[in-house]
């Protein structure tokens, strides 16, 4: 054959036709289901044995999708007998596939055939009807019987359709109008989205809010719509006798625009909203537009002694918070009182900022007192009734005053309370976490330790340990606890835990802020991004840190590897774990490292500076920054003063501005001066490696460097002082028994 042709060829090992088509054959002059029957019989092949038309055209498509290369496929059936039963996806319907033998003596095997149909434990067949159509088959020229019919069950019917029934409350028109038009009129991405689908394509159905019939206010998570139960339609029979259970009704048809998402229990608001939606009883069209107005909700609590403002910010084009709105919402509870607007203000740029609701008490009553009894006054409050009062060592919890006439309260409305109608009050108790001084006739509780404050009855301590087991992420946002924080979970990217006193964690950090004023202990590591930080004033002790950075004020222990960090600590870095690697960033350690493995086979430089304090050195670096901008803001100073005439009276503000900056800058300058002579201070320390040290490591102590270009095993690097150079050293092995 040709590249340029197409042929018919027997394939003597398999005993079938073949029909090839060359690779170089064009597309237009590829053979047809007619052209193919007309060689094939040229060539004597008989057309009972050809495969059926529909087969013969499926291969064609194939070939001509693919032009320019080689294809060949069956031209006739297989020679050998076979007999097939096929029962239809639903089990419905029962048919026999019989194809006969090529050889005359044994083109059909009765006996098969029959064994295949007992066999097959279908019900309902017509044994004569069968039988008379495979006799009729056994004596016709055809070669194959597609579909011997068995026999045929009932198909199971379908039930009632489902519904969507609404699940909200619709708005007048009157309301609903008026709201629709504001959105739209002031957003200019709600007027988008009315055109398009969620997935970008032009929707042909043009719904749109302007063309929507119904609205509702929703919130996100909401159902929107529920369905109706399925109701299953009769049961049907397969071929094997056995009940098909009846098909539930079809769903309605939904058309979903933005915002909203289909789930098992129906529609759900994907976020809060004007909701739009058809009239159509046959089919559901609906979206939201993202919109909410901000809301300031006063609560009062039964009592009437406290009242707390819970704010939300506003989505979309929604009304913004503002400090009016929370005041006029206070207004209207008609409350008395000194209202804390500060609290409030604060609290608002709060929840712009995060996103999240926010509970701030701002008005409290005060109780009656009963004459001869005591009167209690917190000196702390939490911003809300859920937040725990977290205090300082040396912080005011509480006072107490004797007051032998008793004294009047007032309720969050002005009412007054009847200092007779107070109930007695006991001298609360104390354990040892609180202290208790008395001056000028007022007692009070000062915290001994830094905590939470916990009230148990009328006992009051201060828990100087938080536990705390859950990931830190956007739900629980930063935590700052003022003693000993344990931390059991993970710290997520952007968030922060800071303690006053130590940090456990048991779990890992990504690229966050783990601060602690004492010391911060990580069973897990952190996996920075260039931008993760572990912090602590005295010690850190962690298993593994990537891409972070590690700044103590004492010694760091890196158990197992430390890759491309910057580590700063004024005394050392320890990694003498398994592996104990230090690979990549800049080290600064004021007495030096010991590590089991430094630097890499794949040459990966890593900059270690030691014997020196590198706190001093930060304290230079800030005080030369603030030099700049002052001989930068002098310099303004002055060309600003060359414009102004010397009768002007902001002459001499100019001046006064210009002298100060000078002072400072002397002040600062002797302060760089005393701090680089401190810098030069040398602090015994080394560079211990136990194990490799390999090329791309540079040392450098005292402004001296010191590059490692070949691998050295067990080493140690000191600063000799006498020859102001990095040396480099076996570790001597020590025998305690020769010595």
């Known amino acids: 054959m040709t590249s340029k042709n197409w042929i018919i060829e027997k394939n003597t090992a398999k005993n079938r036709w073949y029909l090839e088509i060359g690779p170089d054959l064009p597309l237009e002059n590829y053979p047809t289901v007619d052209s193919i029957k007309e060689k094939a019989s040229a060539l004597g092949i008989e057309s009972r044995i050809l495969i059926s038309d529909e087969r013969l055209e499926r291969n064609l498509e194939k070939a001509r999708a693919i032009p320019g290369e080689e294809f060949s496929f069956p031209l006739v059936i297989e020679p050998t007998f076979d007999v097939r039963l096929n029962i239809n996806a639903d089990k419905t319907r029962a048919t026999l596939y019989i194809r006969k033998a090529s050889t005359p003596d044994n083109q059909l095997d009765l006996k098969l055939v029959s064994a295949a149909i007992n066999n097959s434990r279908v019900k309902g067949m017509d044994p004569e009807r069968i039988k008379k159509d ?62 398009r689908r969620s997935d970008g394509r032009q929707d042909s159905a043009s719904f749109t809010p302007t063309t929507a019939s119904r609205f509702s206010l929703v919130e996100q ?21 056995k009940e098909i259970p009846g098909l539930p009704g079809n769903d309605p048809t939904i058309e979903l625009k933005d915002n909203i998402t289909l789930c098992p229990d129906g529609l759900r608001a994907d976020c809060s909203g004007l909701l739009y939606a058809g009239s159509d009883d046959n089919r559901v069209q609906a979206g939201i537009i993202p919109f909410k107005d ?63 609701n926010a509970e701030v008490i701002v008005l409290r009553g005060e109780a009656p007192v009963l004459p001869g009894s005591i009167k209690i006054t917190r000196l702390i409050h939490p911003k809300s009734e859920d937040e725990p009062v977290l205090v300082y060592a040396g912080d005011r919890i509480l006072s107490l005053r004797k007051l032998p006439e008793g004294q009047n309260g007032h309720d969050v409305f002005g009412n007054i309370l009847i200092s007779t109608s107070a109930q007695p009050v006991e001298d609360p108790e104390y ?35 938080k536990s705390i087991t859950c990931d830190i992420d956007e739900k629980t946002g930063d935590i700052i606890f003022p003693g000993n924080l344990e931390l059991v979970g993970n710290i997520a990217s952007g968030r922060s835990v800071k303690a006053g006193e130590k940090l ?33 004033k005295r010690e850190i002790h962690i298993t593994w840190a990537e891409n972070a950075r590690i700044l103590a004020g004492q010694a760091i222990r890196i158990d197992k590897f430390c890759f ?30 010991e590590v089991m493995e430094l630097g890499s086979a ?52 100019l001046r006064r501005k210009k002298l100060e900056l000078l002072k400072r800058k002397e002040k600062l300058t002797v302060r760089v001066f005393t701090l680089k002579e401190q810098f030069e201070t040398h602090y015994i320390s080394h ?53």
């Open 134 to 195: 495979i006799i009729a088959f056994r004596d016709s020229p055809d070669m194959e019987l597609q579909e011997l019919l068995l026999a045929e069950g009932v198909p199971p019917g379908r039930g009632s359709d489902r519904k969507l029934v609404p699940a909200l409350k619709w708005l007048d028109d009157a309301e609903a109008l008026p709201l629709r038009d504001r959105i739209l009129s002031s957003s200019g991405d709600a007027r988008r989205s009315d055109t």
């Open 221 to 241: 998570g909401q159902i929107l719509f529920e369905f109706s139960p399925s109701e299953p339609g009769e049961p049907g029979t397969d071929v094997f006798g």
């Open 294 to 356: 901000a809301s300031a909700t006063v609560v009062i609590t039964p009592d009437n002694m406290t009242v707390s403002i819970i704010l939300e910010r506003e989505e979309g084009p929604g009304h913004p918070l503002t400090l009016e709105l929370a005041t006029q919402s206070l207004k209207e509870k008609e409350v008395k009182g000194a209202i804390n607007t500060n609290l409030i203000k604060e609290a608002i740029d709060r929840v712009l900022e995060t996103g999240e």
């Open 431 to 465: 354990d040892e976490t609180i202290a208790r001084e008395t001056v000028g006739g007022e007692t009070f509780f000062t915290a001994r330790v830094s905590g939470e404050v916990r009230v148990t009855g009328n006992r009051y301590s201060v828990a100087n340990t």
């Open 504 to 536: 456990k964690i048991t779990g890992s950090a990504a690229a966050s802020l783990a601060y602690a004023e004492d010391s911060v202990h990580m069973n897990g590591g952190i996996k920075g991004a260039g931008r993760g930080t572990v912090w602590a």
């Open 564 to 593: 491309q960090c910057t580590v700063k600590t004024n005394e050392q870095l320890l990694m003498k774990g398994v592996p104990g690697v230090l690979l990549g960033g800049n080290i600064r350690a004021t007495k030096g490292i």
């Open 602 to 653: 794949k040459t990966i430089r890593t900059s270690i500076s030691f014997g020196q304090n590198y706190l001093v050195s930060d304290k230079i670096e800030v005080s030369e920054r603030e030099l700049e901008q002052i001989r930068v803001t002098v310099e303004k100073l002055d060309a600003e003063m060359e414009r102004t005439p010397p009768t002007n009276p902001k002459i001499h503000e």
């Open 687 to 739: 560079i211990r490696v136990e194990n490799t040290v390999y090329p791309g490591v540079i040392l450098e102590s005292h402004g001296r460097y010191h590059e490692v270009r070949e691998p050295k095993h067990h080493v140690v690097f000191i600063f000799d002082q006498t020859t102001g150079q990095i040396v480099c050293s076996p570790i001597p092995d020590h025998n305690p028994i020769l010595e």
